[in-house]
């Protein structure tokens, strides 16, 4: 929200200056997103008068003028604006100064082979308004050489960020009252007197939808005469950052900005008897002030007349009843109406207003009347004419909230210790009404405040936050034990781990599009936000690779030849009887060339399914997950290729991680070219280790005897896994065999066709003595015998 300095002096007494302001809006929980002095931007301009202007003797259209600073020493100037003439007072910028509209930096040059020492300058080359057929007319008595910023004086305009908790600061009376409160000057009434109707309103005004518009007031005046709104009017709307449209459209505005009161005014002549708040009927539209038309749903709160619908109600006026320059007779209306309503109604027409804003955030109700006679007062003074009689149809909700309080909660909740009275004195300035037993009335524009603790904050952010002690924790003596849980643990390890692995950690929106959340949703029901901040970020994700694979596409798109990015998360899935489940896991996303070309190859090695199942091993390993114990099985999700991808279980059902090769139809659906390799490990799902220490290692202690290698040669079918062999293996005389290792996978001669032959390294490890070669070869037997239960065959 934008005001400038000057407007907020207009309801706030105070000598403070910008800066002054700024910080204690800041203090105050308005934070300023900038300060903005227009006039810091005019200094390298001054205030000149044009003694002669002659004809330019190249160019008919301009002129040369010999321009006074004052100082005795007349500038020539060329100029080509239709109203330079002799004795008139403008403004000259001079070499070197920058012309705010352009950012165009004046220099001393020639025009039509004439010397220019500067430009004469119009109104929108200064960045003050549209007027652009002439140069800048001042008065005659203008002091000649003063820069024009001085002319002008300094109106700092302020940003401010309103959070969506203060309806009451979307006026600058609202925060020219927290100002005031904070001892920053004094709260000027609101001058707002009652005008009485001299002659009944002739148009019926009701409200047919109580829900949606609990309240709806009007009146007409007429013989208005519509045009241009005063100067400083205008220049309150500029600051704001509105531009001014008319002095009827003008007034509506400056009283919802200034005082947070959104209203409307109808041309009376373009309706058609009694003007109604109501539902919308089914196949209605409304053509909004925006140009746009929009089919309203029949839960939406609409302002109509017998003709049809005007007004979208709380956020855009129609356009077919709007105030022109021919008005004679306006209906003026102000109306309480629903927040949840205009929300609803907002966000389906994906229509955002002035209005709305404040609407859906809750204005005052009880500023009805008072908003009423603000615009009255205002048109009759600006545009003339005679006003009715009030029309008021419903009734505001003008319940105000109690709240039982206590003032030592001040130094329990805030840490600071606030005084009775001083606490008394900053309630009552922001509108809180404190009786002596300290049951505070909440004001009707503050529908924020709901318990004690927000009387606390109210108390303590007004005192200063910055009064707040700087209080140590205690401490405990001795080494301090660690908080952590064993879900955050787990995160850091494995987190670490891939880190160290060359990956890169990104981190992704919990939200995805319907479609890429569909894609990898495998057949579960997904999570859809009601209220989505956008329609491309509208479901919880239920896997964490759509986000990655997205990353991905950007990097490789802007140039990237070796992608490596994993991310830790929740993924988002329904539980039991519709809960929500979150559910921890690792995603890992493998994309362009794992080994760049080199002088050995010439070419460039891209990622395969066996660089997911390293990483995955090695994740799971730091996760804690039995590793020796898993095993390799199909059935990794149709997001990835049939013939290189797989899983790794723990038992038939238990799924710890997926990984290979994505799917070429995923791939495309992403927007990716080339080979991509992906990880998925659901940590969620790794049994915890028994004992205190999860991740505790066992004591290390070195065999006293060296170990023995043997190498076995087995001929299988091609279609057992070397996974499983490799695990039969190993199993075969577990106290002996502390290893073992698949080291070739050979098929060709020599070899039966629908066969491999798989070589492995076992490492036997003696414990009380030296294997003898009867003890070798008996292992060796059971060895044999355990891949035998597999079909495989010793290789003679």
Known sequence: MKF?????????DTKADARTIAEKLTSLGLEIEGVE?????????????????????????????SVDLGDGSPLQVVCGAPNAR???????????????????????????????????????????????????????????GTTFADYLGSDPVFDVAITPNRPDCMGVHGIARDLAAAGLGVLKPIEAKPVAGSFPCPVEVRTDDPEGCPAFYGRVIRGVKNGPSPKWLQDYLKSAGQRPISALVDITNYVMLGYGRPAHAYDLAKLSGAVVARKAREGETCLALNGKEYAL????????????VHDIAGIMGGEDSGCSDGTTDVLLEVAYFDPASIARTGQALALASDARGRFERGVDPAFLDTGLDLLTSLILEICGGEASEVVRAGQPPLARKTVAYDPKLAGSLGGIDVGNGEQKRILAALGFDVAEDWTVTVPTWRPDVDGAPDIVEEVIRVHGLDAVPSTPLPRADGVAKPTATAVQTLERRVRRAAASRGLHEAVTWSFLPEKEAAHFADGEETWALANPISEDLKVMRPSLLPGLLSA????????ATSVRLFEIGRRYLRGANGASDEKLSLAVVLA?????????????????????KAEALALLAEAGAPVDNLQVMGEAGDQFHPGQSATLRLGPKQVLARFGMLHPATARAFDLDGPVAVVELFLDRIPPRKGPGQFARPHFAPPALQAVTRDFAFLVAASVPAGDLLRAVKGADKQAIVSA???????GTGVPEGQKSLAIEVTLQPVEKSFDEATLKAISDKVVAAAAKLGGVLRG
């Open 37 to 65: 002095d227009a006039s810091a931007a005019l200094k390298s301009f001054r205030v000149a008068r044009v003694l002669t202007a002659e004809k330019h003797p190249q160019a008919d259209k301009l002129q040369v003028l």
């Open 4 to 12: 400038s300095l000057s407007w907020l002096k207009s309801v706030l």
């Open 297 to 308: 749903q029949p839960w939406m709160t609409v302002i109509a007349d017998d003709a049809g």
């Open 86 to 144: 002799a004795g008139l007072v403008g403004v000259l910028g001079l070499p070197g100064a920058v012309v705010p509209a352009n950012g165009m930096e004046l220099r001393k040059s020639a025009i039509r082979g004439v010397e220019s020492n500067g430009m004469m300058c119009s109104t929108r080359e200064l960045g003050l308004g549209e007027e652009h057929d002439g140069i800048i007319e001042l008065p005659e008595d203008a002091p000649l």
């Open 552 to 559: 991905a596409q950007r990097n490789l798109h802007r140039g």
């Open 741 to 747: 290792r698949i080291f070739d996978d050979f098929r």
């Open 592 to 612: 362009g060339e794992s080994v760049s070309r080199d002088w050995a190859t010439g070419k460039a090695r891209p990622f395969d399914a066996f660089d997911t």
